[in-house]
């Protein structure tokens, strides 16, 4: 992609209300734009990333039996009052009524409507277990709708949702879709915990968070300095320094502020017994489905990139989620930098070209800003060879061409 044709251009300014970095430095960057408190516009840049995200995720429910779908967001009012939680879950919902005075709810979780899809499918025990999932919007009403794009009204979301003919069938999967997180923020280069918590308004059971570690989170986990044992403030009943409830060798280390990115509910029985999704079992009885759901916010996984991932200059992208594998700076009375652009696509490389008509510095400071973990330089004292260099780093090396597209290994 060339610069000069890239919507919108970079800001010297962060917006006048922003207090995280995550805002200031997507909106500065020209990856998001703020409509109104909660709201955002993913503009192209901020949509690579997250088509990125995405991927890695959808490769990994895949891998663990997922089927990916699409639900609808406008949602009638009686399949939410089935279970009760037109009222119980009141605070965060957005309703609205049509000309006619109809009910409905924009969706702010699937759980009610992959269960009215389950009892109009399923019938025996053969039919199951069922993996779906989706990419799409919730919507939550918060009251705070601060903190750039970690706290949205209206934001993306993964849900996965199974459903089991038995409990061990729920636990036994439950325990995958964790494998199977854990593998998702190790591909995203994140530093967490797999952490207990309560259920809210999904479950009264306890449920598992994934937490990014962050000074700037909003989170607080207690942590054992011997085994895994981590779980959040609302759950937690000792304190710092007392010996670890699970494992009793270890102490419980620190309380650490952290950024949810994702969480997993073993949701029982509950639903399918207020919803009447029954299946005939083996031995011809009438049960209820096993349920469990499963989440993960790629807009705010983004978001919490980008506050464990930056400098004074500008955005730290790794190279599974970077906009962009290159971005390509050509020095003032450079003439070849076109053929090599054309190179670097051609060998499957997707590449960041700044082909504007600014100065040097300009470039830079714009680079650093975007973020893209390789830089290319190309000048005339160089000759054949290019500048690379990393955003993490403050060295460079010089290499052919040649060098560079096969370090890509496309
Ligand atoms: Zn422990």
Redesign the pocket.
């Known amino acids: 992609m060339r610069q000069s044709q890239l919507f919108p251009k970079t800001r010297k300014e962060a917006p006048k209300d922003a207090t995280s970095v995550n805002h200031k430095l997507l909106v500065r960057a020209g990856f998001i734009d703020q409509l109104m408190a909660g709201s955002w516009t993913l503009l192209p840049l901020g949509w690579r990333v997250i088509t990125k995200i995405n991927q890695i995720i959808r490769e990994e429910i895949n891998a663990v039996g997922g089927q990916e779908m699409l639900m609808p967001l406008l949602h009638p009012k009686e399949i939410w009052s089935e279970t009760g939680r037109w009222d119980k879950a009141d605070e965060i919902m957005y309703k609205l009524k049509d000309a006619r005075g109809k009910e409905y709810v924009l969706s702010f979780t699937h759980e009610e409507i992959v269960m009215d899809l389950l009892r109009k499918n399923i019938t025996s025990y053969q039919d199951l277990p069922v993996c779906v999932y989706h990419f799409s919007t919730k919507f939550r009403h918060e009251l705070r709708a601060k903190s750039g794009i970690l706290r949205g009204r209206e934001f993306m979301m993964k849900d996965l949702y199974s459903a089991h003919t038995t409990e061990k069938g729920l636990t036994d999967y439950y325990e995958k879709v964790k494998g199977a997180y854990s593998k998702i923020f190790k591909r995203l280069g994140f530093n967490f915990r797999v952490v207990e918590a309560s259920g809210g308004v999904f479950t009264d059971k306890h449920t598992h968070e994934f937490q990014v570690l962050n000074a700037n989170g909003e989170d607080v986990i207690y942590i054992?300095?011997?085994?895994?044992?981590a779980q959040n403030k609302e759950i937690f009943k000792g304190k710092v320094g007392e010996s670890?409830?699970?494992?009793?060798?270890?102490k419980i280390s620190e309380e650490a502020k952290t950024v949810e990115v994702g969480n997993i509910f073993p949701l029982g029985t509950w639903y399918a017994e207020r919803m009447r999704m029954f299946f005939t079992d083996r031995d011809g009885g009438k049960k209820p489905v096993w349920f469990g759901s499963y989440g993960i916010g790629p807009t705010r996984v983004m978001g919490t990139w980008v506050e464990v991932s930056h400098d004074q200059s500008g955005i730290i992208w790794n190279r599974e989620i970077s906009p962009f594998d290159i971005h390509l700076i050509e020095l003032p009375g450079v003439k070849n930098t076109e053929k090599i652009y054309e190179d670097l696509k051609a060998a499957g490389i997707d590449v960041l070209w700044d082909d504007r008509d600014v100065p040097a510095g300009q470039k830079f400071a714009d680079s650093d800003l975007i973020g893209i973990p390789v830089r290319l330089v190309v000048s005339e004292r160089n000759g054949d060879k290019i500048e690379w260099k990393e955003r993490f780093s403050n060295t460079s090396k010089l290499l052919t061409l040649n060098e560079i597209i096969n370090s890509f290994g496309k």
């Open positions: 054992c300095d011997s085994c895994d044992f670890c409830p699970r494992c009793k060798k270890g």
